[in-house]
């Protein structure tokens, strides 16, 4: 129900924070899968058949979670799977066919820009996302989906042009 943080300092590796799950259920599986990138960590928090996909942000130098993932209707996400790359997170739900593109605006507030809908047949494994590139690892087809902008750099505000390429194998 906790997460450990070590940051390297000397060539040591020492624990300098610790977060915790949110709430006290049993059945948490609290940081189960992790993604960082500078000052934001992306974790998960499920049971067997729900959960949440947590973000926090190193603020005033003290780690704080700053919200909870949610869908257009206010519903939580259940992130299976995950990946945070500067002011962009990208999160596969569990039982679902949503993949949902994150950005955080000038007000610090995590906003859906994009849902992808990934056929009924696909079972993601991983998300991996950076600069113009998002791959995308898929048990059900053999291999990674390739998803690419179209070439106008990171998403501008409200529009994140993330198209499906190919299918690497």
């Known amino acids: 129900r906790q997460m450990c943080i070590r940051d390297r300092i000397n ?9 915790l799950a949110p709430t006290g259920s049993i059945q948490e599986v609290f940081g189960s899968k ?5 000052n934001v960590i992306v974790t998960s928090n499920n049971s067997r058949l729900s959960g949440e996909t947590i973000v926090f942000e190193l603020m005033n130098g003290q780690w704080q979670q700053t919200t909870v ?7 939580i996400i259940n992130g299976l799977s995950f990946d945070v ?6 999160v596969w739900e569990l039982f ?26 696909h079972t993601i494994l991983d ?3 950076e600069q113009e590139r998002m791959l995308v690892g898929d048990l059900s087809k053999g291999g990674i989906i390739y998803f690419n902008t179209d ?17 690497l194998t």
């Open 11 to 19: 060539s040591e590796w020492l624990k300098t924070a610790k977060l």
């Open 34 to 38: 992790i993604a960082t990138s500078g």
């Open 69 to 75: 993932l949610t869908d257009n209707l206010a519903n």
């Open 85 to 90: 790359w500067g002011e962009l997170i990208v």
């Open 96 to 121: 679902s066919t949503n993949m949902f593109v994150f950005k955080q605006e000038l007000n610090g507030q995590w906003s859906i820009i994009q849902m992808l809908d990934v056929a009924i047949d």
């Open 127 to 129: 998300i991996d996302i």
């Open 151 to 167: 070439g106008g750099g990171i998403c501008q505000p409200n529009i994140c042009p993330w198209d499906e390429e190919t299918i």
